[in-house]
């Protein structure tokens, strides 16, 4: 049986990144997939230190964006995954099979860990809990953004080698990424990084929730280059190829065809076009979310209802990894 398994962590506002990488396939595979789980993997979030009162606000803010963005809770189990325990218990089993030296040549674990002094373990062993979230469920396809490729072939990795050491449990777990040019989406200050929540500047990022002007004035500040022309070249143009990008994302053309349509525009009045082209696609997004945000109760209610369902279908692996392993008879 398919089925289908994502997460997103509650560390800050969704931005465009998190939409054209994973949210708006999402949405598609709820349509086409019966087995839907998306999850609000607030037990990731705390890797790095967050405030507490934030902390809940954000998994709120998170649901309800989730929700605007057209998650249907009738056709996708959305969650917390606080709320079920197994994701934490299957990571302790699959932490006592991978070894630290895979763990340390994660690309995201040296990133992160470069900007932290003193590391905690929670960063070192998250790739481990996203293995969990994800063969706890006995997931098939994987939707995630190009950054998650790592962490994905270290599930596949930890499915195969539980399979064999205790006996067949786990299918392979599918990453499905874009093949467009949204897989991954750059920092709107320095394109040759990813657009990220955790980056402190703003302007580097495209909320799903910024104003008219916001996106307006965001977009105006994007690092480009001296360059005039509209141009698609991501390698030696990261910074005008970026606003393509994003530009097809919100359009669905291709490169060429954004690039043919800007003809005799310089950058500075590209950067209009594609603003209004933002603006268009996430105005009845902001309103969803904003008027969801007023009704804390019905949030907390859809992942109450979630985490049951999720519940109900973790139990049953871990009672078989229970068996398999030896903790029970
Ligand atoms: P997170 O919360 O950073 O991002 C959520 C999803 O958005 C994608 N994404 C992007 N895609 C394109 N361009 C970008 N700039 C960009 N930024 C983010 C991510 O690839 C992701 O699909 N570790 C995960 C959360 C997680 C998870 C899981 C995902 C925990 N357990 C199990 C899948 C399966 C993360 O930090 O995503």
Not at 98 to 111: D, I, N, S, V
Request: charged letters at 25%; aromatic letters at 6%; one cysteine or more.
């Amino acid at each position: 049986m398919e089925r289908v398994f994502s997460g997103i962590q509650p560390t800050g506002t969704l931005h465009l990144g998190n939409y054209f990488g994973a949210l708006k396939k999402w949405v598609e595979l709820q349509e086409t997939c019966g087995s839907v789980l998306y999850s609000i993997v607030d037990l990731h979030s705390i890797t790095l230190p967050q405030d507490p009162k934030i902390l809940h606000r954000n998994i709120l803010e998170v649901t309800a964006c989730l929700l605007a963005c057209g998650i249907n809770p009738q056709k996708s189990i959305l969650f917390q995954q606080s709320k079920v325990s197994q994701h934490a218990e299957l990571a302790w089993v699959l932490g006592c099979m991978t070894t630290m030296a895979r763990l340390g040549h994660l690309p995201q674990f040296k990133e992160k860990s470069a900007s932290v002094k003193d590391i905690p373990l929670g960063i070192f062993v998250y790739p481990v809990l996203q293995s969990a979230d994800i063969l706890v469920y006995k997931a098939t396809k994987v939707p995630v953004g190009e950054d998650q490729l790592q962490h994905l072939q270290l599930a596949q990795h930890l499915a195969k080698l539980f399979n064999s050491k205790y006996g067949k449990l786990f299918p392979h777990p599918k990453a499905l990424i874009n093949d467009d040019c949204t897989a991954r989406l750059r920092s709107l200050r320095d394109p040759t990084k990813k657009m990220s929540k955790s980056e402190p500047d703003p302007k580097s990022r495209i909320d799903l929730t910024d104003s008219e002007e916001v996106i307006l004035e965001k977009v105006k500040k994007a690092v480009t280059d001296f360059e005039s022309a509209v141009t698609w070249d991501p390698k030696n143009r990261p910074g005008v190829s970026n606003l393509i990008a994003i530009h097809c994302g919100m359009t669905g053309k291709t490169p060429e065809e954004i690039v043919q349509d800007a003809q005799g525009l310089d950058t500075g009045k590209y950067k209009l076009v594609v603003a209004d082209a933002i603006n268009k696609v996430l105005q009845p997004i902001r309103e969803e979310t904003m008027r969801l945000l007023k009704d804390p109760p019905f949030l907390e209610q859809i992942l109450e209802d979630g985490s049951m369902k999720a519940s109900s279908i973790a139990e049953d692996t871990w009672e078989s990894v229970r068996k398999l392993v030896g903790l029970s008879s």
